[in-house]
């Protein structure tokens, strides 16, 4: 028994060989064997990793490492206080790195909760309900409408079968399903002689043989492709492991070198040791984890009020990196209401406005406005499409809604416009007989009792139509249907699908006493028009598309629909413009080489697979790009995962889409993901912000230790002097890297933030103009705090005297660098000094707790300081100040050498 074919290409007795079955199924004793060979009927889950396996992973950060380092040498040289801070830091970092890893796991559980639990099979001949899980290949199985499939299967019968398949394959409206052989060389969406595991039957009733169950399903290998994914690090996380190390290592080794010298300078073992902890501390970033972690979720809360839900945090920084967002078609970019925008009557081309299935609109004809009351032949075609019809239109909850097929249900929208109301032609002309549609026929057609005896509508295929028709309305009368007005209506229906729109004709009968059979009911009919409808755009994704490309941002349509739908939306949108349209059987005749080379000028994807979707993401990352994927179906979690991120759909989403995504749309919007881009930009730009501003006064730091140290002989100064002292290095780096560090994080986006271009995906924080602003301010921070220091011990004060003027003057230039490092580019008077509350806050507490290290007689003692002078204050105040002032020339002078109308920089 075979279990992998076309089994779209075979006849029913070919496919009912090759499983070994018949139309009476296969015997429960059979049934039990091939359940051994193959398997239960269900998704199998990779090994679970457990909670403590995940909890681990977190510790093996390097930047973590040097943490719990500095909280041992801390606990064991009596600085207790210092490592249960660093302590509390590093648990917080690793407890959120846990929650995000455990409940990215997940993804697989949701895939398995879609699978049917119930199913009705015939085995021996008999019909009996089993559990979805006993269904095995070579089982017939009964669908009927409401049913969730079970199983891969081939149809053997089907009547007016339907199957919603957007979840799997993204087509945004129900596939009517056929027995018949099909070509081999198909894409999944375009196998109508199959139904898929995890869809839903929503119209008419079918048998089928299962083909494949489990994991040999398209289900199955999705589930396959979501296991096998492996989520890349974020540029961020690249970043910050790389800092962490070059700092972690560089920082001990220097402060250790540092303090073997005070050693052999005639310091004390242990003295040196305490010290060089200390400043070890000093310089390595532990805030680093807390203040990267606070930043971003103080951005997730930003987001959250702009329709954006964040599920794993590192997702904020990497979407504001973004190069590439491949979204789905149906529901995202679109409304996922069908909606009439073309009516044909009496050779007139009608347009009709207003979008979903709100009944407001007009019909207008050359831009001029229709008076429907004047429009007889407009009102036939409008009531016969909501009569001929088993779709409603109600309003709950303060939206309009369907309950039905989505084509039907823009025939009793469009009507509803027209101020024809369904429910009352329905009173008016009840049904009292009706001929269903069928896949065979193409049509439908039901007959109302009217004021003029028994009369029947009908809808369907245009040409199907047509060809029961002998007579078409217009001008009020029934004119007798010649060649060249058929072929007038043949021509006007295929532009009007040339420009993507799903083509219907309608046409009725007045009915004698003694029509009663199907044949006579269904000819000699009258043509009454033609409509054309789409699912059509959303108004503000155009606007949002037209903020991404002014952004370095290139919006990419990928999905399931037809070619032809797929690039008219996408030329209304803007999307495609001079690029390339791709079908799934495209991509599928090139090789990965030639993909790979023109990735980057392919715009729209369609009638795709999950396969290709990955395909699609796997090649623009490694040209380089930092790809976002968008999409609500279950075809789009592997993607979702595999993306840089994933963003998945609030209200019409999957919970496999959302498990896999790391951002959820809460109003199911392109436009919102233009917010999310604006918001991790900022958040990355704040990120920046703190390192540029705590390397560089690390930096400074250190640079002051090693010159007093290595360097101190030269300015006379005797063996044994130090600036600072290893309680003043650590309150140094409380005061400084707390409270302004987080206020960073906060700070308002740069002016022109969405008019930078992405940073490239393997480009550092650490830029030219970051280096050489971090460099400097290290530098001048270094040589102010000396400068005070050495005039303090030549203007007569002692040791001790001269190590507080150190220490005030250090903590201020670093207070005045804070301001400086909100914007690398821009005056603080331009991006505006107050701006910032909670940086003002933070600084002027901290002004407040310096006073009290400064002037308190019981902190006097551990601090080593004694009370200022004015003359003091004003001293350190000024050369502090020096810093803001020359950061401020530069900006100007940068400013005035830029040319015009050029951003500053990139977003990183």
């Not at 028994?1 to 060989?17: F, R």
């Not at 203007?795 to 914007?823: K, P, W, Y």
Request: hydrophobic share 45%; charged share 20%.
């Amino acid at each position: 028994m075979e279990t992998n074919k076309n089994w779209h290409n075979l006849d029913i007795s070919e496919v009912l060989a090759s499983l070994s079955s018949d139309r009476n199924g296969i015997s429960n004793e059979e049934a039990q064997h091939r359940l051994a060979q193959f398997g239960p009927n269900e998704l199998a889950g990779k090994e679970r990793v457990s909670p403590w396996a995940i909890l681990l992973e977190q510790f093996k950060n390097f930047l973590i490492i040097i943490l719990l380092v500095a909280v041992a040498l801390s606990a064991i040289t009596g600085e207790i206080a210092d490592a249960i801070v660093i302590l509390v830091i590093v648990l917080f970092a690793a407890g959120l790195g846990f929650i995000q890893e455990y409940r990215a796991e997940r993804a697989m559980e949701a895939l398995k909760r879609m699978a049917a639990p119930t199913a009705s099979v015939l085995r021996g001949g008999k019909e009996i309900e089993v559990t979805a899980h006993e269904l095995v290949p070579g089982d017939i199985i009964f669908l009927k409408t409401g049913d969730r499939i079970p199983a891969d299967a081939r149809l053997i019968e089907a009547v007016n079968l339907k199957v919603e398949e957007a979840s799997l394959t993204g087509e945004s409206v129900p596939v009517e399903k056929t027995n018949k052989v099909l070509p081999t060389e198909i894409s999944v969406g375009d196998r109508k002689n199959m139904v898929f595991m995890g869809t839903a039957a929503v119209y008419g009733r079918g048998m089928a043989v299962i083909t494949g169950t489990g994991m040999i399903t398209e289900f199955g290998k999705i589930a396959t492709m979501l296991q096998e994914v492996k989520k890349e690090q974020t540029p961020l996380q690249i970043n910050l492991d790389q800092l962490g190390k070059w700092i972690g290592i560089g920082a001990l080794a220097l402060c250790f070198i540092l303090a073997g010298i005070g050693v052999l300078r005639g310091h004390e073992i242990l003295e040196m040791l305490i010290w060089g902890v200390s400043l070890a501390v000093a310089a390595v970033p532990e805030a680093l984890p807390a203040v990267v972690t606070i930043s971003l979720a103080l951005g997730v809360q930003r987001m959250v009020r702009r329709n954006a839900l964040i599920r794993k945090l590192p997702a904020v920084e990497t979407l504001g990196s973004t190069t590439f967002i491949c979204s789905d078609k149906t529901g995202t970019l679109t409304q996922d209401q069908m909606t009439i925008r073309r009516i044909y009557v009496e050779d007139k081309l009608i347009d009709v406005t207003g979008v979903g299935y709100e009944p407001k609109g007009e019909f207008t004809f050359d831009d001029k406005k229709l008076h429907i009351e004047k429009e007889k032949a407009l009102q036939m075609l409008l009531q016969i499409g909501s009569l001929c019809n088993d779709t409603t239109l109600k309003y709950i909850d303060g939206t309009w809604k369907i309950k039905g097929d989505p084509t039907e249900g823009a025939l009793v929208v469009t009507a509803a416009k027209a101020n024809l109301w369904q429910d009352k032609l329905q009173s008016q002309f009840p049904r009292i007989h009706e001929i269903p549609f069928s896949s065979e026929t193409k049509r439908m057609t039901t007959v109302h009792q009217t004021t003029e005896g028994r009369t029947a509508y009908a809808k369907g295929a245009p040409e199907v139509i047509l060809n029961s028709c002998s007579h078409i309305y217009q001008n009020g009368q029934e004119i007798k249907l010649n060649d060249d007005s058929k072929g007038n209506i043949l021509s006007v229906s295929h532009k009007m699908a040339e420009d993507a729109l799903r083509v219907l004709g309608l046409a009725y009968k007045r009915l004698p006493d003694t029509a009663d059979t199907t044949a006579s009911i269904e000819e000699d009919m009258v043509f009454a028009g033609l409509v054309g409808m789409i699912d059509p755009p959303r108004e503000e994704v155009k606007e949002a598309v037209k903020l991404c490309d002014q952004a370095g941002i290139k919006s990419v349509m990928i999905t399931g629909d037809h070619k032809l739908t797929a690039v008219a939306i996408a030329k209304e949108l803007g999307i495609l413009k001079k690029g390339v349209a791709l079908s799934g059987t495209d991509i599928d005749n090139i090789s990965d080489e030639e993909f790979e080379a023109m990735v980057e000028k392919i715009e729209v994807y369609a009638r795709v697979s999950p396969a290709h979707k990955l395909r699609v993401v796997e090649a623009l990352t490694k040209r380089g790009h930092i790809v976002a994927m968008t999409g609500d179906g279950v075809n789009d979690a592997p993607a979702l995962k595999k993306s840089d991120i994933g963003v998945a759909m609030g209200i019409t989403g999957t919970d496999v889409s959302k498990e896999a995504a790391d951002m959820v749309l809460t109003d199911d919007n392109f436009a919102s993901i233009v917010a999310a881009v604006e918001e991790g930009r900022g958040i990355f730009g704040n990120i920046k912000k703190y390192l540029v501003y705590l390397l560089s006064c690390n930096l400074g730091e250190i640079l002051l230790m090693a010159i007093v140290i290595l360097f101190g002989p030269l300015f006379g100064l005797p063996a044994g002097t130090i600036p600072l002292t290893a309680i003043q290095i650590l309150y140094v780096n409380l005061a400084t890297d707390g409270l302004p560090a987080i206020a960073l994080s906060v700070d308002p986006p740069e002016l022109d933030i969405m008019n930078q271009k992405p940073r490239p995906r393997k480009q550092s924080i650490f830029t030219g103009p970051v280096l050489r602003y971090l460099t400097s301010a290290g530098i001048w921070t270094t040589l102010v705090a000396l400068a005070v220091f050495l005039w303090a011990l030549s203007s007569g004060r002692d040791h001790s005297e001269a190590q507080t003027m150190c220490f005030v003057t250090l903590i201020l230039v670093q207070f005045f660098n804070a301001f400086n490092c909100r914007s690398l580019e821009y005056s603080l008077f331009k991006i505006g000094p107050f701006a910032n509350k909670w940086l003002l806050l933070a600084i002027g507490w901290e002004c407040i707790m310096l006073g009290l290290v400064v002037y308190l007689p019981f902190l006097q003692g551990p601090f080593n300081t004694y009370a200022l002078t004015l003359t003091d204050w004003t001293i350190a105040i000024l050369s502090a100040s020096t810093i803001f002032i020359a950061a401020e020339i530069y900006k100007l002078i940068s400013s005035l050498l830029r040319p015009k109308g050029v951003a500053p920089a990139s977003t990183g």
